[in-house]
Every structure is written in structure tokens, then in C-alpha cells.
């Protein structure tokens, strides 16, 4: 399961999902390796390999992933991979996992794994596996889901010391999605059987507050723009087939409109480029393969660009590199999301040049060391 030896176990409180090392030396040996790639190299891809009983997060050089220097290996329950972000800064990396020793009543837990070092610290238990921790601009807390008890998943803000505050809860399918650049807002999803609205919370928790009904159905994949002004997001075309097409909420106007202009066919996962244009996937369309279109930023949605995409296939975006260099995807053989295939991650560089991160296909995408 994508979502997601040892010798000394760092555990920082009681349970845990472990994090492994090659012993002292190798700990340090690891730690030495990550500082010689980091001065070759930057920015560093910071990815996960799934393992049956642990994932293991790598750094490598996006001009040539090969060249890639160990992180950390972190062990959970059989079969269920970890979530991770990495904070803005690169100093952290926050990861939900389901502990090793899960039984079937078990919930996850929130960690934090220090890039540098490999230390992990324990911040809260009794977390959403499902959640992928949004991080504050800032780095110093991050946003997860904890199922209420009473039917209902807060959205709780848990700090670097493992304080916690409840932003909001609801019964409600709950599914934040990023802070603004100011830290004053939360925007998250809410799914029900009405569709999907657009809400927002601040950040100390004064109540939350619909924004936009963004569907009658079902929507997902949702992007706040890096300016916090837009969200892009992926809506279903109709409830007979499993087609999306992207579009973009404008938080200003409350409009909403289409992400680009003039196409048709099933598109996938709206990322936005560091500088505010966006990156479309899109499916095949009769023998031709379906490479990805970017609509620069002062074009929205009318200058698309064609980007390279694979021979065959078709490539689903992931994240674009802070300098904007490289854009990493995830590459189907398939003709259709609903025959996608084998996958793998690709980076792809500056002249269309096409590099496999792994030989595995189960490869989270973390973020970026700068």
C-alpha cells in the first residue's frame, strides 16, 4: 500500500512507529552522506520507498537520482506506508503511521523525524491514517485529522512540542489542504452528501466558514495557490465515469472557472509551478500519449504550454522543484485512468529529459531540501 535493517530502534515515547538505523556509526555515516549531497546538490528530492514492514526515505539529486544519500528507514504496521510532508525549512519531516505493533483497533501517529540528525520525536496519537500533515509557514506546527469519537474528525493543530488545539470539527469528510503564506488561514475540504464546500478556519481556531460550494459531487486533489489567492482542483465531469477536469477557485472574486481552455479528456492533479502557473495532467488522447500542459501564471487559462510527456502513456503531476527546473510525475503505461497500468516516478528536467527515481513503483513524493 502506497500512502505509504534496524539495529538501534529511536523511539521517543510509548508505542511507535520506529525509526531504524544502522547502528551509531551508520547513523552518523548517513548523516554525513546527506551533508555531501546537499553540498553537490540543491535542491534534493526527499522521497519514500514502500516496504511491506517500513518505508525508506531517501534524498537524491533530481539531475541524476541515482545519486542519492539515506535518510532514515521508519517501520510500521504490515502493509500500511507512512504520509509525509516536509517542512518549509527542510528541517523536519512530519509523517503519520500506523505503529508496528498495530493491532486492529489501533490509531496512527503524528511524528517528527529530524532531517539532519534522523532524531524522531513523538507528537500525538489517536491520528487519521488518511492524513497527510499540512505544515504552518512557518514550520512550527503542523495540521492533521483525529477521528472525534462521536462520529466526527477534528482538524487539530499539533505543535513541535506536541501541544494540540482543535480548529474545527464536523461529521463531514474533513480534508485540509494548505495555510495561507501569512498563517492566518486554514482552507480544507468538506465532503458530504451534498458535494463538496470550500471552507476556511483561522488558524486560532475563531470558527470555520464556508467560502464556496465547489460541487454537487465529488472533487479532489485540491492546490492553494503558493500566494494563497487561488485553489486549483480536480471536479468531477459526471457522476456516470470516473473523468475529472481541473479548475481553479479564485478566493477574491469567488468565481470559478476552468483550468485550461479548450481542452477535453479526462485531466489529473492541478500542481502550482514556485511561481503561480499550474500543471495539468492530461489523458491520451487516440495514439497520442498524454503529456502534461502548464498555463503560465499571467495566462490563466488561455497560455498553455505543452510539456514534454512520456512516449506512450501518460504522466499524472506530482511537484514542481522550488527553482522550477524539474517536475516530478508519476508516468503510467496505460491508456486510460480507468486502465492505468504499471507506474513509476519520473523526473523530468529542463529539456524534457526523463530520469526513473526508483525501480520500485510504491514511491511517496515528500518534498523538496533546498
Known amino acids: 500500500m502506497l500512502l505509504g535493517i534496524a539495529v538501534v530502534l529511536v523511539v521517543a515515547a510509548v508505542g511507535a512507529s520506529n525509526i531504524s538505523f544502522f547502528g551509531s556509526d551508520g547513523e552518523a555515516n548517513a548523516?554525513?552522506?546527506?551533508?555531501?549531497?546537499?553540498?553537490?546538490?540543491?535542491?534534493?528530492?526527499?522521497?519514500?520507498?514502500?516496504?511491506?514492514?517500513?518505508?525508506?526515505?531517501?534524498?537524491?539529486?533530481?539531475?541524476?537520482?541515482?545519486?542519492?544519500?539515506?535518510?532514515?528507514?521508519?517501520?510500521?504496521?504490515?502493509?500500511?506506508?507512512?504520509?509525509?510532508?516536509?517542512?518549509?525549512?527542510?528541517?523536519?519531516?512530519?509523517?503519520?503511521?500506523?505503529?508496528?505493533?498495530?493491532?486492529?483497533?489501533?490509531?496512527?501517529?503524528?511524528?517528527?523525524?529530524?532531517?539532519?540528525?534522523?532524531?524522531?520525536?513523538?507528537?500525538?496519537?489517536?491520528?487519521?491514517?488518511?492524513t497527510t500533515p499540512v505544515w504552518t509557514p512557518a514550520g512550527d506546527a503542523v495540521i492533521v485529522l483525529r477521528p472525534a469519537g462521536d462520529d466526527s474528525v477534528q482538524l487539530l493543530l499539533v505543535d513541535l512540542a506536541g501541544e494540540t488545539s482543535v480548529l474545527t470539527k464536523d461529521q463531514a469528510g474533513l480534508y485540509p489542504i494548505g495555510v495561507t503564506p501569512d498563517g492566518t488561514w486554514l482552507y480544507f475540504a468538506s465532503l458530504?452528501?451534498?458535494?463538496?464546500?470550500?471552507?476556511?478556519?483561522?488558524?486560532?481556531?475563531?470558527?470555520?466558514?464556508?467560502?464556496?460550494?465547489?460541487?454537487?459531487?465529488?472533487?479532489?486533489?485540491?492546490?492553494?495557490?503558493?500566494?494563497?489567492?487561488?485553489?486549483?482542483?480536480?471536479?468531477?465531469?459526471?457522476s456516470a465515469t470516473i473523468s475529472f477536469d481541473a479548475r481553479i477557485y479564485d478566493v477574491a472574486s469567488g468565481a470559478t472557472q476552468g483550468a485550461v481552455a479548450g481542452l477535453s479528456g479526462s485531466q489529473f492533479n492541478p500542481i502550482w509551478d514556485p511561481n503561480g502557473g499550474l500543471t495539468v495532467g492530461?489523458?491520451?488522447?487516440?495514439?497520442?500519449a498524454g503529456a502534461p500542459v502548464h498555463v503560465l501564471?499571467?495566462?490563466?487559462?488561455?497560455?498553455?504550454?505543452?510539456?514534454?510527456?512520456?512516449?506512450?502513456?501518460?504522466?499524472?503531476?506530482?511537484?514542481?522543484?522550488?527553482?522550477?527546473?524539474?517536475?516530478?510525475?508519476?508516468?503510467?503505461?496505460?491508456?486510460?485512468?480507468?486502465?492505468?497500468?504499471?507506474?513509476h516516478v519520473i523526473v523530468v528536467g529542463p529539456v524534457g529529459d526523463r530520469q526513473q527515481v526508483s525501480a520500485l513503483s510504491d514511491v511517496l513524493v515528500i518534498g523538496w531540501l533546498e
Open 282 to 288: 492530461l489523458a491520451p488522447s487516440g495514439e497520442a
Open 192 to 238: 458530504s452528501e451534498r458535494g463538496t464546500d470550500l471552507q476556511r478556519v483561522a488558524m486560532w481556531g475563531a470558527g470555520a466558514e464556508v467560502l464556496a460550494h465547489l460541487s454537487d459531487g465529488y472533487t479532489r486533489d485540491w492546490h492553494l495557490a503558493p500566494d494563497g489567492t487561488k485553489l486549483a482542483y480536480l471536479g468531477q465531469t459526471s
Open 297 to 343: 501564471a499571467d495566462g490563466l487559462p488561455d497560455a498553455v504550454v505543452a510539456l514534454a510527456g512520456p512516449a506512450t502513456g501518460f504522466d499524472v503531476p506530482l511537484s514542481w522543484s522550488p527553482d522550477g527546473a524539474h517536475l516530478v510525475v508519476r508516468s503510467f503505461e496505460g491508456s486510460s485512468a480507468a486502465n492505468p497500468g504499471p507506474s
Open 31 to 130: 548523516s554525513a552522506e546527506l551533508a555531501l549531497l546537499r553540498e553537490q546538490a540543491s535542491p534534493l528530492l526527499i522521497y519514500s520507498e514502500f516496504g511491506q514492514l517500513a518505508d525508506t526515505v531517501w534524498a537524491a539529486d533530481p539531475n541524476n537520482p541515482e545519486d542519492k544519500a539515506y535518510v532514515s528507514t521508519i517501520e510500521h504496521s504490515p502493509g500500511f506506508g507512512i504520509s509525509a510532508s516536509l517542512s518549509p525549512d527542510g528541517v523536519n519531516l512530519a509523517y503519520v503511521a500506523l505503529p508496528s505493533d498495530a493491532g486492529w483497533t489501533s490509531s496512527a501517529q503524528l511524528w517528527i523525524l529530524e532531517i539532519d540528525s534522523g532524531a524522531a520525536t513523538l507528537l500525538a496519537e489517536n491520528v487519521d491514517l488518511r
